[in-house]
């Protein structure tokens, strides 16, 4: 298993360009998030998703977008980047059980704009 | 709702001494709570986590934690630190809903030589 894989890795953008963060897990989890990290500080979820064709605002949403047509892929897109989306972004999965739930984390992406 | 609160930004302690790692939680029910380890410039791996069973949980490295109740803590712990634990740590608990997880800010841990 790879686990969760994002690209790219790294990426700059001018303001008001837009790019699609790519997110797959083969986990088959139901559940996928979206955070971003900025320097310093915790992790902020963005959108996240219980399954196919559901999704649902984090805490961060305003300036993205999210779908889920299948159950491995949650991509991200950032529509006119702004300098305040300059973060590391980090997509997770996880499954449920009775015990609880673990998330796992993709290397993240390392975005810059400017 | 939710919060967590890591009470240290910063922790240094020389190599083979003790590490402690404070993180309090606020929660209306009785919540999973997990510790996250982020090296420099790296992903974030599970450290160990917390889902209502024993109350000392051990996790990778040599790592534990301890969740009190009474207390509203879960501080995390290490008898003999090693130069490879210098990173960032986070103290994460669950959300009452959707599966979310609400993050402390993050503790650096330094190791000195």
């Known amino acids: 298993n790879a686990g969760v894989t994002q690209t790219p890795k790294f990426r700059i953008l001018k303001i008001g360009q837009s790019m699609t963060l790519q997110c797959t897990q083969d986990?088959?989890?139901?559940?996928m998030y979206w955070y971003r990290q900025d320097p310093g500080m915790g992790l902020k979820l963005i959108y996240y998703s219980v399954g196919a064709g559901i999704t649902d605002k984090g805490e961060v949403p305003n300036g993205y977008n999210v779908s889920r047509s299948t159950t491995e892929d949650f991509p991200l897109r950032l529509e006119l980047a702004a300098p305040s989306q300059t973060s590391v972004y980090f997509c997770?999965?996880?499954?449920?059980?009775?015990?609880?739930?673990?998330?796992?984390f993709g290397p993240g992406t390392r975005l810059t704009v400017l | 709702a939710q919060s967590v609160t890591q009470l240290d930004s910063h922790v240094s302690v020389s190599e083979g001494t003790p590490v402690l790692l404070r993180c309090n939680y606020s929660s209306s029910y009785s919540p999973s709570l997990f510790w996250y380890v982020q090296h420099p410039n790296k992903g974030l791996q599970l450290l160990l986590k917390y889902t209502s069973a024993a109350t000392l949980v051990k996790g990778i490295n040599g790592f534990e934690a301890e969740f009190k109740k009474s207390e509203t803590s879960f501080h995390l712990t290490k008898p003999s630190a090693h130069m490879s634990d210098a990173a960032e740590y986070f103290c994460?608990?669950?959300?009452?809903?959707?599966?979310?997880?609400?993050w402390g800010a993050g503790t650096k841990l330094i190791i000195k030589p």
């Open positions: 986990m088959n989890h139901n559940y």
């Open positions: 994460v608990v669950s959300s009452d809903s959707n599966y979310q997880l609400i």
């Open positions: 997770a999965s996880s499954y449920v059980t009775s015990g609880g739930y673990t998330q796992y």
